[in-house]
C-alpha cells in the first residue's frame, strides 16, 4: 500500500500516462491496482536507471582517466543513495561514541 502513496506523491495523473505511454508504448486502465502501482513503480525506477546511465557513460572518461573507474552498478548505488543510513543523528553519533570508547579501552 505505501507503493500507492509514494506514487500518489511524486507524479499526478497527466505523468503517470507520459511515462507509461514512453515506456510501453501503451498502458491498460483495468489492472489491479497494486499491479499498476508495481507497472509505475517499475517504470520510475528504470527511467532513473537510465538517467544514470547517461550520466555514468558522460562520467566514464574522466573516472577512467583519474584512475577512480566505477562499474555502472557502483556508480548506481552510490548515485541512488543505496546503503545510506537512515537513523536519526543521535542514534549515529551514539554509535561513534560508543567505537571510541571501545577504542581507548583497547588502547587503539
Known sequence: MENFFYI????????????LLSR??????ELELMDFCEIVMLAIEEKK?????EEWLAL???????GKYKS??????LAS???IDLRSAEDIMADIDAAHERAKKDGT
Request: charge should be negative.
Open 8 to 19: 500518489g506523491s511524486q507524479l499526478d495523473e497527466v505523468k503517470i500516462k507520459d511515462l
Open 81 to 83: 543513495g543505496k546503503g
Open 60 to 66: 566514464l572518461p574522466l573516472m577512467v582517466t583519474a
Open 49 to 53: 536507471r537510465a538517467e544514470k546511465r
Open 24 to 29: 510501453y508504448g501503451t498502458f491498460n486502465l
Open 72 to 77: 555502472f552498478e557502483e556508480y548506481y548505488d
